[in-house]
């Protein structure tokens, strides 16, 4: 196993299904070759941590997200949505998706420890 973590920041949300997609991606190759890996979820990306929002396809021969949030879910991926976003959409944070909890960037760098490699979005 890779204990090289990967930190992936994302801000946007479905307004940008591309710019999702390719974080998604950026995560789940990260995930699935082993790397210990957390997505840090701000501004309106917090809405994909909603169960029933991540869906659709960003453009033709992409994979469909819910596709890519599943496999990342498989994968050992995990999500850290910010708390302040949360609180400012009036967002349940008790029915997040599975592997994605409320938090902020104290615990993102509690989670980073020692360094991770880092994308952002």
């Known amino acids: 196993m890779n204990n090289n973590k990967a930190a992936i920041s994302l801000a946007?949300?479905?307004?940008?299904?591309?710019?999702?997609?390719v974080a998604f991606l950026m995560a789940l190759g990260a995930a699935e070759s082993g790397r210990p890996t957390m997505m840090f979820l701000a501004k309106?990306?917090?809405?994909?941590?909603?169960p029933g929002v991540g869906v659709?396809?960003?453009?033709?021969?992409?994979?469909p997200l819910?596709?890519?949030i599943d496999r990342y879910h498989s994968a050992g991926g995990h999500y850290l949505v910010c708390s302040?976003?949360?609180r400012a959409k009036n967002l349940d944070a008790?029915?997040?998706?599975?592997?994605?909890?409320?938090?902020?960037?104290?615990?993102?760098?509690?989670?980073?420890g020692e360094g991770?490699?880092?994308f952002s979005y």
């Open 56 to 63: 659709g396809t960003s453009c033709d021969g992409c994979p």
């Open 44 to 50: 309106e990306a917090v809405r994909l941590a909603v």
């Open 84 to 86: 302040l976003c949360v």
């Open 12 to 21: 946007t949300g479905l307004e940008d299904p591309e710019r999702v997609t």
């Open 66 to 68: 819910a596709e890519l």
């Open 94 to 112: 008790a029915n997040f998706i599975a592997g994605a909890e409320a938090g902020g960037t104290v615990q993102l760098w509690e989670w980073i």
């Open 116 to 118: 991770a490699t880092t």
